[in-house]
């Protein structure tokens, strides 16, 4: 059963753009830039117990780091994304630094008082970044919604891959233990600040990773994509995918970025609702909405195949 | 006279500034969480106050209407939302309540743009015109704010060490397993708590609204803002959380003198927080009357 559901999803994922032209595409493209966000978002929280409120300050600061060395410098877009990734992993670097020596929500406090400031910083430097009109971008691959699909998948999968990678590893299995206990993983001799460093400064630079192409997708980066309500958005699309695992938060931004457009008319309703789904889902399935339908699922399943030889 | 003129608007707003996060430092204390639906509490109590007043309410008797209504509103969500968990010991309790806490103010922020609608409001000062001391002019709305936000700390503070839910509320504070030994009932003093939080914040937001604007979105700047304050008061911490609101409006009116293009020195005046706490993170990470993590 194992190894099924990825299989099938990948097959699905690489089949969509047979299906789906113009518009879905455009739609799918944009959520495979949330579903890197929640991945990486629910690795961190999930896996490591850190939580993060600046995940969007950090795709933030990719995009506007990629669209302004494209604009001013002239240098090629995948060279910029990395750069994007680079100085959100910098930032991450800094604020990882002053806040992870404590423990308690400190980091929680300081990232979200970041990127508040971030987003008055860049609505503030007109000059640079055009304020709250938004800084026109260059798309990538001349505008193919096919490739940009494409290269977003593949950004995705190295996400994805990169962070199992990672959760599978030693370094992996310190984080889980620091999770479950931190001071027996101490006592053992594990460096438990520099380790929660590592994960946070990663799970930045996947963050500005994705913040980059999604500029070179939109073609417009704005301060909105660094608001509260973005990063609202990305925790729930991981609480509902489940924070346990990273393909199911991926799912969950999926599905709710789908949901979104599906619901044009309730845009105004949709953060609020969002926001009561991530209440139910706290208080009522802890586990995530979809592990608990697919646990649902799987257990009707098993029923009916043990009554079927009757 | 610009210097004397900054440090009244420093000590005016500071007093307000040290409503609010006393609310969010009231409620680390004692449920020692960190409440990041603050900014939105103190959004409700804005509207509350300003739908009130629209109702043709006597202005005095609205804000003090839209108390029992916020500390109700506080004990309800900590009934619904945190009793449970921490009755049963949930594994992962720390992340559960800043991931519920957020999600709420998301909620409740999101709730608001519908219902309110995403226009600027502004709330009518409890008293008009401006009050001369010399050379010095301060405008009566924010005067009767600070003066209310003062008796409203002071009634805080008599609560606090001069009554029995106050001994109660500091016991859970300090040792919440003795404090059930010897009688104190543990979770209705942290829905009291979270309650009084609640209203502390709401409060504050009622006296911010004539001042500043009302809005679905005011609160998160306050939030970060008390965020600040309670991190370098030291978390928990009365007299910290006090002398934090002062310290960061006499660094937020300075700064912004230090700064010639006005657009910029307006826009940047909520920045100087984060420099602040840069700052304190370094220097003294418990903040200044904060004690030192001890480990288990």
């Known amino acids: 059963m194992k190894g099924i559901v990825p299989g099938l999803l990948f097959i699905a994922a690489v089949a969509f753009p047979l299906f789906f032209r113009e518009y879905w595409l455009y739609v799918a493209t944009i959520g495979l830039y949330y579903a890197i966000l929640a991945s990486s978002w629910s690795m961190l929280a999930g896996q490591v117990g850190l939580i993060s409120f600046a995940h969007a300050a950090f795709a933030g600061i990719g995009a506007y780091t990629s669209a302004l060395l494209v604009t001013h410098l002239g240098l090629p877009i995948p060279i910029t994304m990395l750069a994007g990734a680079l100085t959100a992993a910098l930032f991450g670097l800094g604020i990882g630094a002053l806040t992870l020596r404590m423990r308690g929500p400190y980091l929680a406090l300081t990232t979200l008082a970041f990127s508040e400031i971030f987003r008055i910083f860049i609505t503030a430097e007109y000059q640079l970044t055009q304020g709250s009109i938004g800084l026109k971008v260059p798309l990538m691959l001349g505008g193919s919604k096919l490739l940009s699909y494409y290269t977003g998948l593949g950004l995705f999968l190295v996400t994805v891959v990169t962070l199992t990678g990672v959760l599978r590893s030693r370094v992996g299995l310190f984080l889980v233990a620091m999770r479950e206990d931190e001071d027996g993983a101490e006592t053992r001799g594990i460096n438990t600040v520099s380790y929660r460093l590592i994960a946070f400064v990663l799970t930045s630079a996947f963050a500005g990773l994705a913040g980059g192409y999604y500029a070179h997708v939109v073609g417009l980066v704005s301060p909105q994509m660094t608001r509260i309500g973005e990063m609202g958005l990305i925790l729930a699309m991981s609480v509902f995918g489940g924070l346990e695992s990273l393909l199911g938060a991926a799912l969950g931004a999926i599905i709710l970025q789908g949901l979104t457009e599906y619901l044009r008319i309730f845009t105004e309703w949709r953060l609020a609702i969002f926001g009561a789904l991530v209440l139910f889902t706290l208080k009522f399935a802890h586990e995530g909405i979809l592990p608990s339908v697919y646990l649902y699922a799987d257990r009707l399943l098993n029923r009916w195949l043990s009554r079927a030889p009757r | ?296």
């Open chain 2, 1 to 296: 006279m610009l210097f004397f003129s900054q440090l009244a608007n420093a000590l005016v707003i500071g007093t307000l500034y040290a409503l609010m996060s006393l609310g969010l430092s009231f409620i680390f204390g004692v449920l020692k969480l960190v409440n990041f639906a603050h900014g939105e509490a103190i959004m409700l109590g804005g509207y509350l106050y300003y739908l009130l007043a629209s109702l043709r309410l006597p202005l005095p008797l609205a804000l003090l209407a839209s108390i029992p209504a916020l500390f109700l509103f506080g004990v309800f969500l900590e009934r619904l939302f945190l009793r449970a968990p921490y009755q049963r010991k949930m594994a992962r309790y720390d992340e559960y309540v800043i991931l519920v806490t957020f999600a709420l103010g998301i909620f409740l922020q999101n709730l608001a743009f519908p219902i309110f609608g995403p226009y600027n409001r502004q709330a009518p000062p409890l008293f008009k015109g401006t009050i001369r001391l010399g050379e010095l002019v301060i405008a009566g709305d924010r005067l009767t704010g600070a003066l209310i936000a003062f008796a409203a700390i002071g009634i805080l503070i008599f609560l606090l060490y001069r009554t029995y839910l106050g001994k109660g509320l500091r016991a859970v504070a300090q040792n919440p397993r003795a404090a059930s030994i010897v009688g104190i009932k543990v979770l209705r003093m942290r829905s009291a708590a979270f309650g009084i939080g609640v209203t502390l914040a709401g409060v504050a937001g009622a006296l911010f609204g004539p001042i500043f604007l009302v809005n679905p979105e005011m609160g998160t700047s306050f939030a970060v803002k008390a965020f600040v304050i309670v991190v370098l008061g030291g978390m928990g911490s009365v007299t910290g959380s006090v002398l934090g609101a002062y310290i960061l409006a006499i660094v937020e009116s300075f700064g912004s003198i230090l700064l010639p293009d006005p657009t910029r020195a307006l826009a940047y005046k909520d920045a100087y927080g984060l420099l602040l706490l840069v700052v304190v993170l370094l220097a003294r990470p418990q903040g200044l009357f904060g004690e030192k993590e001890r480990r288990a």
